[in-house]
Structure formats: structure tokens, C-alpha cells
């Protein structure tokens, strides 16, 4: 049996624009549901649709303790993490769907 995984990340309206960092149990389901705009709020009203940056947790309170720590970073380490690994800000939603 697979093991559950968690999922934190980072959405933006485009390069350098705004920012959402949320967490998922189905990262694939909840990218969709915000690029699709199913559910309204801050992601729909800024077009947050872009998935620029994520990580695994097989433990669901390490990636809810990591979600509290980036929301609580500075809008420039952000910035730095995702250029770290997603230097061109690519929709990474298109690799998770496979």
C-alpha cells in the first residue's frame, strides 16, 4: 500500500506577482481547483493559477508546520526559494499531472 503524502507550495499570478502558499493531501486536485477557480477567494479574485514551487511530506504535521513557516517568510525568501528551484517560473502543474 502507497504511502500517504502531503503536499506544500507556493502559486503565483505570474513571475515576481502574487503569491499563495497553501497545503494539500492531493496536490493535483487542489492546484486544479485553484487554477479552475471552483472555489472563490484570494487565489480566483488575484488569478493566483501558477504552481512555481513544492514539497513532499510523508507527515501531514511537518508539512502543516512547514506551511505555518513559509506564510510567515518574508515575501523576498519566497522569491529566493522559488528562483532557487524554478529559476523560470514554470507552471510545475503540468509535471505533477504526468
Do not use: C
Not at 47 to 61: I, M
Request: no cysteine; aromatic share 16%; hydrophobic share 35%.
Amino acid at each position: 500500500m502507497q504511502e500517504k503524502l502531503y503536499y506544500v507550495y507556493i502559486l503565483a499570478s505570474h513571475k515576481n506577482g502574487t503569491l499563495y502558499t497553501g497545503f494539500a493531501s492531493n496536490l493535483i486536485q487542489r492546484t486544479f481547483t485553484h487554477k479552475n477557480d471552483i472555489v472563490k477567494g484570494f487565489t480566483q479574485k488575484y488569478q493566483v493559477h501558477r504552481l512555481v514551487y513544492y514539497e513532499v511530506f510523508e507527515d501531514r504535521d511537518e508539512a502543516l508546520k512547514r506551511e505555518k513557516q513559509l506564510k510567515k517568510w518574508h515575501r523576498k525568501w519566497k522569491l529566493e526559494l522559488i528562483e532557487k528551484t524554478n529559476p523560470d517560473w514554470k507552471d510545475l502543474y503540468v509535471n505533477i499531472i504526468g
